[in-house]
């Protein structure tokens, strides 16, 4: 959960003005927010007790953890002298995304791997907010469940390499089905198979023709030759 606010709050005697957060470098701050892995972190904490809170920003995501056990996003911390307290936090949404990779012709591409990527709660492809799940391809399909309804990007590959068209998807709650094209592109040349297809029918096409166009040379040649007149 990447770009989630995080908030520190003293609930004993620890004061705010003893607190500083790392990531905004100022004294005065009570706030952060998680970095692209979903991580964040207060340094030089005052020990004592203290109330961590997250804050969800999506009406598609309901909590669904947090390390106090109340999944309310509020965990009490006790931070203790020169150690680290920790307070972990976890969503999840109402739907669910299937899929299949398959090759050009249609036919079934057994293995690879897919990053599923959600807008996030802005909606917008490529910003900060945006949520990456990496799914197993197996058996020519994938799933993933409890995720948020919203604008997603599917991108895959097949286990030799081979990379799959991306695919945009609007995801809402329940069931959401879609599909992955892989190119069908050698790793190691960059040639792909359709084209080497193609090639090896232009080369007996021309085959055929040089040998048609051979043929009646020859007759003609010996035809030729026949009707020659002598010279004088």
């Known amino acids: 959960m990447p770009n989630t606010l995080v908030r520190l709050e003293p609930t004993a005697s620890v004061t705010a003005q003893s607190v500083t957060v790392f990531v905004a470098n100022t004294a005065s701050s009570m706030e952060t927010y998680t970095d692209s892995k979903g991580a964040y972190a207060f340094e030089k904490v005052e020990p004592g007790q203290w109330s961590v809170k997250a804050t969800l920003k999506t009406q598609y995501l309901s909590a669904t953890y947090d390390s106090s056990g109340n999944t309310d996003w509020i965990v009490p911390v006790s931070v203790p002298v020169n150690g680290v307290a920790r307070g972990d936090f976890a969503a999840a949404g109402t739907a669910s995304i299937t899929g299949d990779l398959k090759n050009q012709a249609g036919a079934v591409v057994k293995d690879g791997a897919a990053e ?12 900060a907010d945006d949520v990456i799940f990496p799914v197993v391809i197996k058996n020519g ?3 993933l469940v409890g995720v948020p309804e ?10 030799d390499g081979r990379v799959a068209r991306d695919t945009s998807l609007n995801v809402v709650d329940g069931e959401n089905k879609t599909g992955l094209l892989v190119i069908d592109t050698l790793p190691e ?3 792909n198979h359709v084209s080497i297809t193609t090639m090896a029918l232009l080369l007996l096409a021309f085959g055929a023709a040089l040998i048609c166009y051979r043929g009646p040379s020859d007759v003609l040649r010996r035809y030729l ?8």
């Open 116 to 127: 599923v990527v959600w807008a996030g709660p802005d909606g917008v492809q490529g910003t």
């Open 141 to 143: 399909t994938f799933s």
């Open 150 to 159: 919203g604008s997603y990007v599917v991108k895959g590959q097949a286990s």
């Open 189 to 191: 040349t960059g040639r």
């Open 225 to 232: 030759v026949q009707v020659r007149m002598p010279r004088k």
